[in-house]
């Protein structure tokens, strides 16, 4: 950073940027994902993550966190107080090619959270008792903190870039997966010799699709009110 800029920002040597949904969007429960390419290097703290609305903290649910001295290394985290203290459920997941583009989502719903990455569930954690309320989204790059300090083979300026992020509600996330893992079966053959169960995923297909059609109406109706 300029010397002549740092005065200004309280003599830290570096800036960083954060994105975030709080006055403008938030959901109790649903799906969301981030796709994102992350930068690599010690001192980088790339994040996708969710907050209460109400400005409670905990809890906060880590969709992925990235500590940029082990950019193979995805965290997946929930933090709580329902006991009265701070703790969290965390574990990394291990890309074996962390470079180019990945996704990243967690299902959050009344009773657990599931994580993904790149379509794949790779955690999944009981909700806790105190994260059943409105939370927005935030994707942000850190830089030191949990990450450690920055050191010589840090490239600058560092970009966290994001294709997009996305959310669907719990009524929608539902029978889409529902869809996705009946037509899966499906289409891999595994109930070819048996007539019966490939009638009872077809209608579980249809009912599926009339559900999620009855939801989106439901949705639209609501936006135009």
Same mark, same amino acid.
């Given at each position: 950073?300029?010397?002549?800029?740092?005065?200004?920002?309280?003599?830290?040597?570096?800036?960083s940027?954060?994105?975030?949904?709080?006055?403008?969007?938030?959901?109790?429960?649903?799906?969301? &994902?981030?796709?994102?390419?992350?930068p !690599?290097?010690?001192g980088?703290w790339?994040?996708?993550w969710?907050?209460?609305?109400?400005g409670s903290?905990?809890?906060?649910l880590?969709?992925?966190?990235?500590?940029?001295?082990?950019?193979?290394? *995805?965290?997946? =985290? +929930?933090?709580t107080?329902?006991?009265? +203290?701070?703790?969290?459920?965390? +574990?990394?997941?291990?890309?074996?090619?962390?470079?180019g $583009?990945?996704?990243?989502?967690?299902?959050?719903?009344?009773t &657990? *959270?599931?994580?993904?990455?790149?379509?794949?569930e +790779?955690?999944?954690?009981?909700?806790p008792?105190? $994260?059943?309320?409105?939370m927005?989204?935030?994707?942000?790059? @850190?830089? !030191? !903190?949990?990450a450690?300090?920055?050191? =010589?083979?840090?490239m %600058?300026?560092?970009?966290?870039? *994001?294709?997009?992020i996305?959310?669907l509600?719990?009524?929608?996330?539902?029978?889409?997966t @529902?869809?996705? &893992?009946? =037509?899966?079966?499906?289409e891999?053959?595994? %109930?070819?010799?048996?007539?019966?169960?490939?009638?009872?995923?077809?209608?579980?297909?249809?009912?599926?699709?009339?559900?999620?059609?009855r939801?989106v109406?439901?949705?639209?109706? %609501? =936006?135009?009110?």
């Amino acid at each position: 950073m300029p010397s002549s800029a740092k005065a200004s920002l309280w003599n830290y040597d570096y800036t960083s940027g954060l994105i975030t949904t709080k006055t403008s969007f938030s959901q109790t429960y649903g799906y969301f &994902e981030m796709k994102a390419e992350l930068p !690599g290097g010690p001192g980088l703290w790339p994040a996708f993550w969710l907050l209460p609305l109400d400005g409670s903290w905990p809890p906060e649910l880590d969709v992925m966190e990235m500590l940029g001295s082990d950019p193979n290394a *995805i965290w997946t =985290s +929930v933090h709580t107080k329902e006991t009265g +203290v701070h703790t969290k459920s965390s +574990v990394p997941q291990y890309l074996p090619n962390a470079g180019g $583009m990945h996704t990243y989502g967690a299902y959050w719903t009344a009773t &657990e *959270i599931v994580w993904y990455v790149d379509g794949v569930e +790779v955690f999944r954690a009981p909700t806790p008792a105190d $994260m059943h309320k409105p939370m927005y989204m935030l994707a942000n790059l @850190a830089v !030191g !903190g949990w990450a450690g300090a920055p050191n =010589s083979s840090t490239m %600058f300026p560092a970009q966290m870039k *994001i294709d997009y992020i996305s959310h669907l509600s719990h009524e929608l996330r539902t029978p889409l997966t @529902a869809i996705r &893992e009946a =037509s899966g079966m499906l289409e891999e053959g595994l %109930f070819r010799d048996k007539p019966e169960k490939q009638r009872e995923l077809h209608t579980l297909i249809r009912e599926d699709c009339e559900r999620l059609i009855r939801s989106v109406t439901r949705l639209l109706d %609501f =936006s135009m009110m």
